[in-house]
DNA sequence: ACCCTCCTACGTACGCCGTACGTCGCAGGG
DNA sequence: CCCTGCGACGTACGGCGTACGTAGGAGGGT
């Protein structure tokens, strides 16, 4: 193994604990197991590390700040923030395994504050300021977050959120849900996303108006 | 132990993981340790239940089946969305150790059609039918989900995504987060809560008039 | 009355886990 | 030359889920 050669550094055993979040999810990462794909001792981690939470804090912070710079070509602030939530979603896509471990953790501060202001600069293109704009971003916050898990921790090998409608249940006691079981069953994972964020859309704009 | 004469039940069992879960959250859910809390060996709840997974599986169903019905004295469509918005918020609330759990797992089918068909109803009062109406749902499900998950799992003690503003990073990067410092670092649950339904809400009517 | 079957309870053991602690070897400075 | 300090590592403890084997009792058939 050539990298047993190399000195172990904290660098060198987030971005093992990365990879393997990536590969196979958080569950996977044990001490002995990062130990091992390292070429070393399981306890000679402890030297660059103080516990196994703060490596897994410190790898989600990693993947935080892997977020990429976007850019807009457009004077809508309905397109800046179409182009937010996607660059969010593409995000959590990339990382669909670590997904539910970054929602679940708190952010931290520098790219949390990055993300905030941009969500604030947006707002404030459509006229939002102040308390209104904060309470509107933690609502697109709250939607991006809410379909993001549907979507990303739906997939049935992640143990997802997905209705599984054809399972024996009684359907006439359903009888809307039974005229849509189609839809239901269904996912479309990039049209649902759309039709919710233009729906977010919809809702300030119709403030805008007051 | 008066209870370690009972003889063990799938019920029984199922029961203390829920108050566990309660009491201290999923992570603490053992089989040793609520074998210990029923007075009987850690491998007889093997007799009732094929593993663990299965055990957390029921635990959650039977914490999803305590919903409590509801009763809306209204025939606006709004007042219905706000009721079951409500309803889902209160259960929400009476178990948050076990919320990200709920969220994160498969529904029940029978607790699931229960809860959709009544978001579905409430979307026909209000002229939306079909396709559309599925779209609708999942947006509302996807706010829900996201707000809840920031109300519930904020809680320090709990690792929530809460953001803690004051922590040596450098405003004057962030200026219009500056702005609204003190909004920013400020939870009122309850209003973000209203403030993020009434747009959804918004954001339907909106829908409604084309 | 007998036995046979089946179900439940339980003990043991294996292979994981996180990590406290102690030791060893080596690099650097005096 | 020795001393100090630090990184690497082995061992060990107490936890985990669960496969497997056994023992005991309850119920039914004869």
Redesign the interface.
């Known amino acids: 193994m050539s990298s047993s050669r190399e000195p172990l550094t904290r660098a060198r055993i987030v971005d093992a604990a990365v990879r393997l979040i990536e590969r196979e999810g958080v569950e996977a990462v044990s001490m002995r197991r990062l130990a091992a794909e390292l070429g070393a001792g399981t306890m000679s981690l402890y030297n660059h590390v103080p516990n196994k939470a703060v490596l897994v804090d410190l790898a989600a912070e990693r993947i935080m700040a892997e977020a990429r710079p976007y850019h807009v070509d457009s004077d809508d602030w309905r397109d800046h923030i179409r182009a937010h939530a996607h660059a969010v979603r593409a995000l959590a896509r990339q990382h669909p395994r670590a997904f539910?471990m970054l929602?679940?953790?708190?952010?931290s501060?520098?790219a949390?504050?990055?993300t905030?202001?941009i969500g604030?600069?947006n707002l404030?293109k459509a006229g939002f300021r102040?308390?209104i704009?904060?309470?509107?971003m933690?609502?697109m916050?709250?939607?991006?977050?809410?379909?993001l898990?549907?979507e990303v921790?739906t997939s049935p090998e992640l143990?997802?959120?997905?209705?599984?409608?054809y399972?024996?249940?009684d359907?006439s006691?359903?009888?809307?849900?039974a005229?849509?079981l189609d839809?239901?069953g269904t996912y479309d994972h990039d049209h649902?996303f759309e039709?919710?964020l233009e729906?977010?859309i919809?809702?300030?704009?119709?403030?805008q108006e007051d």
Request: net charge negative; charged share 25%; no cysteine.
């Open positions: 539910v929602a679940t953790r708190r952010l501060s520098e949390g504050f990055r905030i202001e604030l600069m404030d102040g308390k704009a904060v309470g509107m933690r609502a916050v709250s939607y991006l977050l809410g379909t898990m549907r921790a143990g997802g959120i997905a209705l599984s409608p399972e024996g249940v359907m006691a359903f009888p809307l849900s005229e849509v839809e239901l649902e039709f919710g729906l977010m919809a809702a300030l704009e119709r403030y």
